[in-house]
């Protein structure tokens, strides 16, 4: 490991080197303090596995240390995100441009094909879409990442509790994410 590179909720991120081939990796540790966040962990895990779309973060390798509570994940290292994109473009004097409409579209139909990708492949709703969750490979090659908040992607509601039920979660949810 090689330094801290992000932090969430439960875990950390880090940036890490193969010794042997000198590539560089992405490390999340993961605290499972308790049972359902390494059950939450192994579902993210499952997601990802699911997955193998240009437009979403392949996962390399898991690996959970029970007797620590930890869970670990490895992931291709993608060093710029939407979020610096945009910080750079809104705020940095010698770049503050805005992208060209085409190159915005192009950017979008990606990340909504990366979405499609998440709801018909591994029938899961991501739940926190944001710049930050949004690596840039290149300018326009868009990776979704960060599936910890991914839930079903329909709810069956057939009562007046059910959807009382969903509101009260969604609106936990959204308190916590923010």
């Known amino acids: ?3 801290q590179i992000g932090e969430g909720g439960f875990c950390f991120v880090f940036l890490a080197t193969n010794v042997e081939t000198n590539e560089t990796y992405a490390i999340k540790r993961v605290s499972c ?5 390494l059950e939450r962990c192994r579902r ?5 596995r699911r997955l193998n779309h240009a437009n979403t973060m392949p996962l390399l390798g898991l690996h959970i240390a029970e007797q620590e509570s930890l869970c670990y994940m490895a992931f291709p290292f993608i060093p710029r995100s939407l979020r610096a994109e945009i910080n750079e473009r809104l705020f940095e004097a010698s770049t503050s441009r805005p992208l060209p409409e085409p190159k915005v579209w192009l950017l979008m139909h990606r990340i909504v094909k990366g979405l499609k990708a998440v709801h018909e492949i591994a029938q899961v709703s991501h739940r926190d879409i944001k ?19 991914a839930g079903v992607l329909r709810q069956p509601i057939s009562t007046r509790r059910e959807i009382l039920t969903c509101i009260e979660e969604a609106s936990i949810h959204t308190t916590v994410a923010n």
């Open 44 to 48: 993210e895990a499952g997601v990802h």
């Open 131 to 149: 710049p930050e969750n949004i690596l840039l490979k290149d300018r326009f090659h868009p990776v979704l990442m960060d599936f910890g908040s």
């Open 33 to 37: 303090a308790d049972p359902e966040l």
């Open 1 to 3: 490991l090689l330094k």
